[in-house]
């Protein structure tokens, strides 16, 4: 019985002497790399199983385009439409070219000239954290699907 109890105490002493943000490490943060991959992943799906079907799973924040501390959106590169935003449905269908950063920046018209330009890169602009107001810096990886005219978004905030 005291060899438990010691274990338990013992247990519970270093559970307590982890900071409060250490805990948020346990679950971790979105890397450059997980960003990039998610977004060629989600491009190939769209290639495989059509693009309707592709955007039902980029539109559900409880699916595999959701992870961590980000996700994937999708623009169409034609019109700036948002094709699939998994935490804002809301925007799905509105014109991208006009969302502005706290700053004015137009970050998805960047999104689209990378695009267009290179095919895929990275844009930094300022945005709230889900769930907070203030607007924090943020860099996107943009990733353009061949032959598709849409756009793969995931984001990392720095």
């Given amino acids: 019985m005291k060899k438990i109890s010691l ?15 250490d805990l948020g490490a346990v679950e971790g943060k979105a890397t450059r790399e997980e960003c990039m991959a998610k977004c060629k992943e989600a491009a190939g799906m769209l290639k495989q199983i059509g693009r309707e079907t592709a955007l039902k799973k980029l539109n559900d924040k409880n699916g595999p ?6 996700y994937v959106l999708c623009i169409d590169i034609g019109t ?8 804002l449905p809301n925007v799905v269908g509105k014109m991208s070219q006009k969302f502005k950063d706290a700053n004015g920046k137009l970050f998805a018209v960047e999104y689209i000239l990378v695009a267009k330009s290179k095919g895929e890169g990275w844009i930094s602009y300022v945005w709230p954290k889900p769930g907070e107001k203030k607007p924090s810096p943020k860099i996107s990886y943009v990733y353009e699907v061949p032959g598709e005219n849409v756009i793969m978004v995931a984001g990392i905030y720095e």
């Fill in 80 to 87: 700036g439409a948002v094709l699939a935003h998994p935490m």
């Fill in 65 to 70: 385009f959701v992870w961590k501390d980000s």
């Fill in 7 to 21: 274990v338990l105490s013992a247990t519970l002493a270093i559970l307590f002497a982890i900071p409060a943000a």
